[in-house]
């Protein structure tokens, strides 16, 4: 499974953001895509997922400006970011799971086997 994200850049507060990750590989892999951000020395962070059926999960932090899609025609998941904030500033991460994710919680680094290298997103 190979993972490629795209559409990160630097914005202003207040700005939008939309990333790609393109997605090649055993279809099942994809089971729960999702995607992570990280900040030096900070822990990766979940950001939003989405499951069979389009059943999205989004953190807190998040919810009502992030929101995750996928394009299965195209192979391809979505982050459609609002406005976003200097916190948001981060290294965004598009990751598969590899199979079903037990329990309510989507949003756990180690539940996620296949990992994207990484978009930088600015936020000023």
């Known amino acids: 499974v190979q993972l490629v994200e795209s559409g990160g850049g630097s914005v202003q507060a207040g700005g939008s953001l939309k990333l790609s990750c393109a997605v090649s590989g055993n279809t099942y892999s994809r089971y729960c895509m999702a995607w992570f951000r990280q900040t030096a020395g900070k822990e990766r962070e979940g950001v939003a997922s989405?499951?069979?059926?389009?059943?999205?999960i989004s953190a807190d932090s998040v919810k009502g400006r992030f929101f995750i899609s996928a394009d299965n025609a195209k192979s391809t998941v979505y982050l459609r970011m609002n406005s976003l904030k200097p916190e948001d500033a981060a290294i965004y991460y598009c990751a598969a799971s590899g199979g079903p994710i037990r329990g309510p919680n989507k949003l756990s680094p180690r539940d996620y086997n296949y990992w994207g290298q990484g978009t930088q997103v600015t936020v000023s």
């Open positions: 989405i499951r069979e059926m389009g059943i999205t």
